[in-house]
């Protein structure tokens, strides 16, 4: 099965100063959204982000990149909690496709399908 998988970091958390830098992010909100056709399922979730140390590179708050969030939130999360999540994605894809229970309403409770009948109707004059 071909699925896309998009990350959205947003809104990202800051302590205005710390360790002489401002805007230091030390929580982000991530979305996982995956995708196949008309098939989705997405995760959410927090994820705080190693304490910027002084001395250590710091990127200013304007000029960071998805790609740059993206590195720092697999880095804390790891890639085995990744592909964990991918994994389980997949299964609520495949369980939208192929449902491994059907829910339905009892027959008798279906209601009664109509029939169309055609009267006839004649006048004498």
Do not use: C
């Not at 992010?25 to 910027?52: D, E, K, M, R």
């Not at 001395?55 to 720092?72: A, H, M, R």
């Not at 909690?81 to 829910?103: F, K, T």
Request: aromatic share 12%.
């Amino acid at each position: 099965m071909d699925i896309t998988y998009n990350w959205n970091f947003n809104p990202l958390e800051s302590y205005p100063t710390a360790s002489g830098e401002t805007d230091v992010v030390f929580l982000v909100h991530w979305q996982l959204y995956a995708s196949t056709g008309s098939y989705n399922a997405s995760n959410i979730g927090v994820q705080p982000i190693a304490a910027f140390e002084s001395g250590s590179i710091f990127t200013p708050f304007n000029e960071l990149t998805k790609d740059i969030v993206y590195g720092w939130i697999t880095s804390s999360m790891g890639s085995e909690s990744i592909d964990r999540m991918y994994a389980g994605l997949a299964a609520s894809i495949e369980s939208q496709i192929n449902p491994p229970v059907l829910v339905q309403q009892a027959p008798w409770l279906n209601p009664p399908t109509t029939t169309s009948t055609t009267t006839t109707t004649t006048t004498i004059e």
